[in-house]
């Protein structure tokens, strides 16, 4: 039977927002994933990442259902903030062939509000604005409140303690520093030219 072949074109906008930098990482990198197992389904290349066996597999099962080899492309990225970044960083890796993991490493170690804030923005001591304390401490404590739904019970007092940092920090003016973020970001982007590169995800033509 002859096969057919059909493309999927996936144009993404990431939406921003400090707190959604890491899961929109998330989803960059599994639709890194999907396009890295579509070129190796139609390029017959081995897989050994776990979630790309999955997309290999499930792209196997519906060529053998309808006759159609389905080729997964991501070649629109738009995005603010946040987004933006991560955008800016699957972009990268489609284009070059380059591994999106380092950016993994770098959300999980590195999105701290200690490391981000600005040395300038930091508390002088633990009696900076020291009636702010207790604003943390409510919003934390709230029953039934966000912190309490999302946060594992063993990480609360962590979670408590970055709070009343970030509340403590200077006002009016931005909390976190922009030439610490961007030499993170750099970093990223060199451990990314530096690793294994692979042929790109977009195709010739």
């Given at each position: 039977?002859?096969?057919?072949?059909?493309e999927?074109?996936l144009?993404l906008?990431c939406?921003?927002?400090?707190?959604?930098?890491?899961?929109?990482?998330?989803?960059?990198?599994?639709?890194?994933?999907?396009?890295?197992?579509?070129?190796?389904?139609?390029?017959?290349?081995p897989?050994?990442?776990r979630?790309?066996?999955?997309?290999?597999?499930?792209l196997?099962?519906?060529s053998?259902?309808?006759g159609?080899k389905?080729?997964v492309?991501?070649?629109?990225?738009?995005g603010?903030?946040a987004?933006?970044?991560?955008?800016?960083?699957?972009?990268q890796?489609?284009?070059?062939g380059?591994?999106?993991?380092?950016?993994t490493d770098m959300?999980l170690?590195?999105a701290?509000?200690?490391?981000?804030?600005?040395?300038?923005?930091?508390p002088l001591?633990?009696?900076?604005?020291?009636?702010a304390?207790p604003?943390?401490?409510?919003?934390?404590?709230?029953?039934?409140?966000?912190?309490?739904?999302t946060v594992?019970?063993?990480?609360?007092e962590?979670?408590?303690?970055?709070l009343?940092r970030?509340?403590?920090a200077?006002?009016?003016?931005?909390?976190?520093?922009g030439?610490?973020f961007?030499?993170?970001?750099?970093?990223?982007?060199?451990?990314?030219?530096k690793?294994?590169?692979?042929p790109?995800?977009?195709?010739e033509?």
């Open positions: 039977m002859d096969m057919r072949e059909k999927l074109r144009a906008i939406y921003g927002g400090v707190s959604l930098a890491i899961y929109m990482h998330g989803v960059t990198r599994e639709i890194w994933h999907m396009v890295r197992a579509s070129r190796a389904f139609h390029d017959g290349t897989l050994t990442r979630s790309e066996i999955v997309y290999h597999e499930l196997t099962e519906m053998r259902v309808s159609v389905l080729r492309l991501t070649d629109i990225i738009a603010s903030s987004g933006g970044i991560n955008g800016i960083f699957l972009s890796a489609i284009v070059t380059q591994s999106l993991e380092p950016l959300w170690d590195m701290d509000v200690d490391i981000l804030l600005d040395p300038d923005a930091r001591s633990r009696f900076t604005k020291f009636w304390t604003i943390a401490w409510m919003i934390l404590r709230r029953r039934g409140g966000a912190v309490e739904r594992a019970k063993e990480a609360q962590e979670v408590a303690t970055k009343s970030f509340v403590r200077r006002w009016f003016a931005p909390p976190f520093g030439n610490v961007s030499k993170l970001l750099l970093d990223a982007l060199n451990i990314m030219a690793s294994a590169i692979e790109p995800l977009l195709p033509n």
